[in-house]
């Protein structure tokens, strides 16, 4: 600082010394502040603490973190309700298809409830691959497996892939429950393979169906593994994801970064960065996806505590796993004024002083081109205009008001 004001400090009086002092101070912080706003988010992680811009994440941190969230969830007598209700606004999307899809991928993420979600005859499928990176997930969805009777949408044949070993077995356990109560002619054939949605173990062309239920946001390399996945799909297959988004607990974002700059002097990433919502077309696009379709969806939890929140993302599996490096975790005197923080700034009176978290969650809806595909029409080969359309309508009785340009019908008898 000395350096900086040594020019100045012989013409300035001893009442001006303080001022100018505060002055270049305040130069120096907005100079900083500048400095950061304009580095790339890659480049700002890597100051934070990352080893390498191209790989966010530990993936094999991550595949701990789910076998624990596999254990947790061993106790639980029914599915984690956030996790069915996104699981649920997923497959309805199979709804509105008329085409069966005989084999089906689960990639990670909620895949037992997925798993749980495609009984009953949905989607004709006859057979499940239960891929993961957490063999405990497996062993969860195997439990849960045994409950596809029927098999929805038509599913047959069920293969979890998972990257934590503790997420395969919890879902074995869970498909042997249900298989004792269940015909076993009506659950659809399964298969668990320890894999990692990186680098999928499908041929090319082998699957009518793959079904990602947050599990994406924690992959380095998205538009790669999208590349595999429409790969991997029959033509006319389809691919349905739901990857959280940017907003999701936001509050928590905030309230980590008020209380590092307030105990700590500067600000490094605690919560992981996840997509915005005009990333995922892109990302269907670049992967050459048919007819994309992006819907977007908030959902807003209570909790008693900052606490809570925490231990609920431990249960789902979505604790932060940045590469960071070894001693730059949260202080303890930290993550109190971070608690503290989100109590006074996200608190709801009305519902008991409980705080809210915000979950923004991005279902994508993607087809595996062919020749029976759907494409738009060219551009001015249109030969009805939407005002003759919109009068149309209006004579057979289909809509009421008036079109642009138009009269109703009230008005031509007034």
Request: aromatic residues 4%.
């Given at each position: 600082?000395?350096?900086?004001?040594?020019?100045?400090?012989?013409?300035?009086?001893q009442?001006?010394?303080?001022?100018?002092?505060?002055?270049?101070?305040?130069?120096?912080?907005?100079?900083?502040?500048?400095?950061?706003?304009?580095?790339?988010?890659?480049?700002?992680?890597?100051?934070?603490?990352?080893?390498?811009?191209?790989?966010?994440?530990?993936?094999?941190?991550?595949?701990?973190?789910?076998?624990?969230?596999?254990?947790?969830?061993?106790?639980?007598?029914?599915?984690?309700?956030?996790?069915?209700?996104?699981?649920?606004?997923?497959?309805?999307?199979?709804?509105?298809c008329?085409?069966?899809?005989?084999?089906?991928?689960?990639?990670?993420?909620?895949?037992?409830?997925?798993?749980?979600?495609?009984?009953?005859?949905?989607?004709?499928?006859?057979?499940?691959?239960?891929?993961?990176?957490?063999?405990?997930?497996?062993?969860?969805?195997?439990?849960?497996?045994?409950?596809?009777?029927?098999?929805?949408?038509?599913?047959?044949?069920v293969?979890?892939?998972?990257?934590?070993?503790?997420?395969?077995?919890?879902?074995?356990?869970?498909?042997?429950?249900?298989?004792?109560?269940h015909?076993?002619?009506?659950?659809?054939?399964?298969?668990?393979?320890?894999?990692?949605?990186?680098?999928?173990?499908?041929?090319?062309?082998?699957?009518?169906?793959?079904?990602s239920?947050?599990?994406?946001?924690?992959?380095?390399?998205?538009?790669?593994?999208?590349?595999?996945?429409?790969?991997?799909?029959?033509?006319?297959?389809?691919?349905?994801?739901?990857?959280?988004?940017?907003?999701?607990?936001?509050?928590?974002?905030?309230?980590?970064?008020?209380?590092?700059?307030?105990?700590?002097?500067?600000?490094?990433p605690?919560?992981?960065?996840?997509?915005?919502?005009?990333?995922?077309?892109?990302?269907?696009?670049?992967?050459?996806?048919?007819?994309?379709?992006?819907?977007?969806?908030?959902f807003?939890?209570?909790?008693?505590?900052?606490?809570?929140l925490?231990?609920?993302?431990?249960?789902?599996?979505?604790?932060?796993?940045?590469?960071?490096?070894?001693?730059?975790g949260?202080?303890?005197?930290?993550?109190?004024?971070?608690?503290?923080?989100?109590?006074?700034?996200?608190?709801?009176?009305?519902?008991?002083?409980?705080?809210?978290?915000?979950?923004?969650?991005?279902?994508?809806?993607?087809?595996?081109?062919?020749?029976?595909?759907?494409?738009?029409?060219?551009?001015?080969?249109?030969?009805?205009?939407?005002?003759?359309?919109?009068?149309?309508?209006?004579?057979?009785?289909?809509?009421?008001?008036?079109?642009e340009?138009?009269?109703s019908?009230?008005?031509?008898?007034?």
């Amino acid at each position: 600082m000395s350096c900086l004001l040594a020019p100045t400090l012989p013409c300035l009086r001893q009442s001006g010394l303080a001022a100018a002092l505060r002055i270049a101070w305040q130069q120096q912080q907005q100079q900083q502040q500048q400095q950061w706003l304009h580095t790339s988010s890659a480049q700002q992680m890597l100051q934070a603490g990352l080893e390498n811009p191209m790989d966010l994440f530990d993936r094999s941190q991550k595949a701990v973190q789910r076998d624990r969230a596999a254990l947790l969830r061993r106790s639980l007598h029914r599915p984690d309700p956030l996790l069915l209700h996104i699981t649920e606004r997923l497959l309805d999307r199979l709804e509105d298809c008329l085409s069966s899809f005989p084999t089906a991928v689960i990639l990670g993420g909620a895949g037992e409830v997925v798993a749980q979600g495609l009984a009953g005859g949905r989607a004709g499928v006859q057979r499940v691959i239960h891929m993961d990176t957490s063999q405990g997930m497996l062993e969860l969805a195997k439990v849960v497996a045994q409950g596809l009777a029927g098999g929805r949408a038509g599913v047959q044949h069920v293969i979890h892939m998972d990257t934590s070993p503790g997420m395969l077995e919890l879902a074995k356990e869970r498909a042997a429950e249900q298989q004792a109560r269940h015909p076993p002619g009506h659950v659809p054939e399964t298969s668990y393979v320890l894999a990692d949605e990186e680098y999928l173990p499908l041929a090319d062309g082998s699957v009518d169906l793959i079904v990602s239920c947050l599990g994406l946001h924690w992959v380095n390399d998205v538009p790669g593994t999208l590349a595999q996945i429409r790969r991997a799909l029959k033509p006319d297959g389809l691919f349905l994801g739901a990857m959280l988004g940017g907003q999701t607990v936001q509050e928590l974002r905030i309230s980590c970064s008020l209380a590092q700059q307030e105990r700590q002097g500067g600000v490094s990433p605690f919560v992981s960065p996840l997509a915005q919502v005009r990333d995922a077309g892109n990302l269907l696009t670049r992967a050459e996806l048919a007819l994309p379709t992006v819907d977007v969806d908030t959902f807003v939890m209570r909790y008693s505590s900052a606490v809570s929140l925490v231990s609920h993302l431990r249960l789902m599996g979505e604790s932060n796993a940045l590469q960071v490096k070894r001693g730059s975790g949260l202080s303890r005197d930290t993550a109190l004024a971070a608690a503290a923080a989100y109590q006074s700034l996200y608190c709801d009176e009305e519902e008991g002083d409980h705080i809210q978290a915000t979950y923004q969650v991005m279902f994508m809806t993607g087809w595996s081109p062919s020749s029976s595909t759907p494409k738009a029409a060219k551009r001015g080969s249109a030969t009805v205009s939407f005002h003759e359309m919109a009068e149309e309508l209006q004579k057979r009785g289909a809509v009421a008001g008036r079109a642009e340009g138009g009269s109703s019908s009230n008005d031509s008898q007034q």
